[in-house]
């Protein structure tokens, strides 16, 4: 099967750089499957999980990601994403006390900047809780 180079980058560090056969990415306008040699795209993504096919894994390569931007051309895509962490790094209870924490701050917010801040923090939490949620339904 034909691959392509996905690189996963967020503000903080490179998540995944290596070969794919199949990404899901949750674009803005609903989930988007990329095959090698598509049609060059840029795209915003929002809070949700990208999934990759691997070549020699039957386990996909999960990758929540807050927001960000997708590029794609036919054999490279490059995701820049807010804030990114892989799946076999996620914690339910660390997601979800993240999650409360955010809500609060959202709540209690005194300047656009805090606003900002707390949005931010709020859609990494659920990008994190949206990942658990399919790597439960995965293994049921």
């Known amino acids: 099967m034909a691959k392509m180079h996905v690189e996963v980058v967020s503000t903080e560090q490179q998540i ?25 795209l840029l795209t915003r993504i929002k809070p949700g999980l990208l999934r990759l096919t691997v070549p020699g894994s039957k386990e996909e390569v999960l990758v929540a990601v807050s927001g960000g931007m997708m590029e794609v051309q036919p054999d490279h895509i490059t995701v820049l994403a807010d804030t990114a962490i892989r799946g ?3 914690d339910e209870a660390r997601a979800a006390e993240a999650k409360r924490t955010a809500e609060d701050a959202l709540k209690h ?15 990494s939490a659920i990008a994190q809780l949206k990942a658990l ?3 439960r339904k995965r293994v049921h």
């Open 16 to 40: 995944y750089s290596g070969e794919a056969e199949f990404l899901v990415a949750p674009a803005q306008e609903g989930e988007i499957g990329i095959y090698p040699r598509h049609v060059p």
């Open 109 to 123: 917010a005194a300047s656009d900047q805090d606003t900002a801040k707390a949005q931010a923090a709020l859609a």
């Open 133 to 135: 949620e399919y790597l």
């Open 88 to 90: 076999e790094d996620l």
